[in-house]
């Protein structure tokens, strides 16, 4: 399965972004997908996952409340909401897809997109 993250941009602090991780090539509803992020000179860290039917998610701690995950099989599409943005959100935002159930940990995902950069910067 192929990935296309977008949806990354400039914002300032408290600000919303939406991204969005189009898929192709696959039947996308046999897939967990999740969202990663890595900022400049630290490793690469779990953001968010939903399970094959969107059933299933899990966040990290630091985004609970902020960010929302969500999928549209039919589209073939997931998307992270973003909301009440910080500095320390800054990051390159990677979305990875596995077969069968999501998970949080990096080196259980097959397929990456390209990343998307947000900056949450005054």
């Known amino acids: 399965v192929q990935l296309q993250a977008s949806g990354g941009g400039l914002v300032q602090p408290g600000g919303s972004l939406r991204l969005s991780c189009a898929a192709s090539?696959?039947?996308?509803?046999?897939?967990?997908v999740g969202w990663f992020r890595q900022a400049p000179g630290k490793e690469r860290e779990f953001v968010a996952a939903?399970?094959?039917?969107?059933?299933?998610?899990y966040y990290t701690d630091s985004v609970k409340g902020r960010f929302t995950i969500s999928r549209d099989n039919a589209k073939n599409t997931v998307y992270l909401q973003m909301n009440s943005l910080k500095p320390e959100d800054t990051a390159v935002y990677y979305c990875?897809?596995?077969?069968?159930?999501?998970?949080?940990?990096?080196?259980?995902?097959?397929?990456w997109g390209q990343g998307t950069l947000v900056t949450v910067s005054s």
């Open positions: 939903v399970s094959m039917s969107g059933g299933l998610i």
């Open positions: 090539g696959r039947t996308f509803s046999n897939y967990g």
């Open positions: 990875a897809a596995r077969s069968g159930g999501f998970s949080k940990t990096v080196a259980e995902y097959y397929y």
